[in-house]
Structure formats: structure tokens, C-alpha cells
């Protein structure tokens, strides 16, 4: 299953919260689990801003990515960027991707242009 998020999120949640979007639903087979990648593109708005992602599979956190951006030239030389976190689930899991942020910015989220973006992959395998 490959899912593209189409819209920009954004958030200033200090608590993880679910990305809009990106998440999948796994078919429930019998034998099967799946590799789940999501990928995302964000920017910060401000400096000393710490972003945290995870991957939620059924309901428990797995994986993290953690971004802070401590001073300007941080922020304005690398404005945009991309992260990405991989887990496995279990046949009919639902996984999400979540995120919050610390410091009193807002976090973008990017939708896909041209295959780039923020997308949630899952591979089933036996």
C-alpha cells in the first residue's frame, strides 16, 4: 500500500499528534506482516525549535526521528527538510505518522509534488 499525503499540515501541538493523511491500514492476512516506511518533508518556524516524528503501529509508539534547530543560521540555511522512519506491523495494524514540537514553533508538513513529499509505504511480506 503507498499512501501520499496531497496537503500541508501543520501543527504547534507540544504533544504527539497524528499527521493528517499519513496512515495505513494493513489487510488482515493470515501469515503476513509488513515493513512500513513514511517518509516526510517539513520546515520549522523558528529557531530553538525541537521536532519530534514517530510511527504509531496499533496504538504504541515505534521508531522516532528528532530534529532541533538551535540557532538562525540553522533555520535559514536549511529551511526544508526530510526525514524518514521504518517499522514493522503485524497483519491489520493500523500505522500512523505523528509528530509534535517544542519551543513555541509551528511545524509544516509537506504533501507530495512529483513523487517528493511526505508518503507512507507498506510492503507485506511472509
Given at each position: 500500500q503507498n499512501i501520499a499525503m496531497s496537503a500541508t499540515f501543520n501543527t504547534s501541538s507540544s504533544s504527539f499528534i497524528d499527521v493528517t493523511g499519513v496512515s495505513v491500514t494493513l489487510a488482515t492476512r493470515t501469515g503476513l506482516m509488513a515493513f512500513v516506511t513514511a517518509d516526510f518533508a517539513y520546515n520549522c518556524s523558528s529557531?530553538?525549535?525541537?521536532?519530534?516524528?514517530?510511527?504509531?503501529?496499533?496504538?504504541?509508539?515505534?521508531?522516532?526521528?528528532?530534529?532541533?534547530?538551535?540557532?538562525?543560521?540553522?533555520?535559514?540555511?536549511?529551511?526544508?527538510?526530510?526525514?524518514?522512519?521504518?517499522?514493522?506491523?503485524?497483519?491489520?495494524?493500523?500505522?500512523?505518522?505523528?509528530?509534535h514540537c517544542t519551543g513555541a514553533p509551528d511545524i509544516y508538513i509537506f504533501g507530495t509534488t512529483a513523487g517528493d513529499g511526505t508518503k507512507i509505504d507498506a510492503l507485506e511480506v511472509s
Open positions: 529557531v530553538n525549535a525541537r521536532c519530534s516524528f514517530q510511527l504509531l503501529v496499533d496504538g504504541v509508539a515505534t521508531g522516532r526521528y528528532a530534529f532541533w534547530s538551535e540557532d538562525a543560521s540553522d533555520y535559514n540555511s536549511q529551511p526544508n527538510m526530510m526525514g524518514s522512519i521504518s517499522a514493522v506491523a503485524d497483519s491489520g495494524e493500523i500505522v500512523k505518522l505523528q509528530c
